[in-house]
């Protein structure tokens, strides 16, 4: 499975963006997806998950109630709307595909995407 994230860039806080992960392969509605974000100098980080018939989403204290993780099967992909963003949210931001286990949990996920930069200014 190969993972290719878009949709980052720089935004004012306050302002939205909507991450999108295109994933290659035909088994990709019996993945778990996540997203994970790294700032500089910190650990990679647990952000949001959904289940593959997105019965279930699972987010971070910290982004609960601004962001929304959901996705499109028929298309391959997830996303990440994230709305009120703060300049705390500035971070790389990684979509990944797990074949099952703890949603959160980093060492769950199979595959990895390259990455796409979001930068709050506040």
């Known amino acids: 499975v190969q993972l290719q994230a878009s949709g980052g860039g720089l935004v004012q806080a306050g302002g939205s963006l909507r991450l999108s992960c295109t994933a290659s392969?035909?088994?990709?509605?019996?993945?778990?997806m996540g997203w994970f974000r790294q700032a500089p100098g910190k650990e990679r980080e647990f952000v949001a998950g959904?289940?593959?018939?997105?019965?279930?989403?699972y987010y971070q204290d910290s982004v609960k109630g601004r962001f929304t993780i959901s996705r499109d099967n028929a298309k391959n992909t997830v996303y990440l709307q994230m709305n009120s963003l703060k300049p705390e949210d500035t971070a790389v931001y990684y979509c990944?595909?797990?074949?099952?286990?703890?949603?959160?949990?980093?060492?769950?996920?199979?595959?990895w995407g390259q990455g796409t930069q979001v930068t709050v200014s506040s």
């Open positions: 990944a595909a797990s074949r099952g286990g703890l949603v959160s949990s980093r060492s769950t996920y199979n595959y």
């Open positions: 392969g035909r088994t990709f509605s019996s993945f778990v």
């Open positions: 959904i289940t593959g018939s997105s019965a279930i989403t």
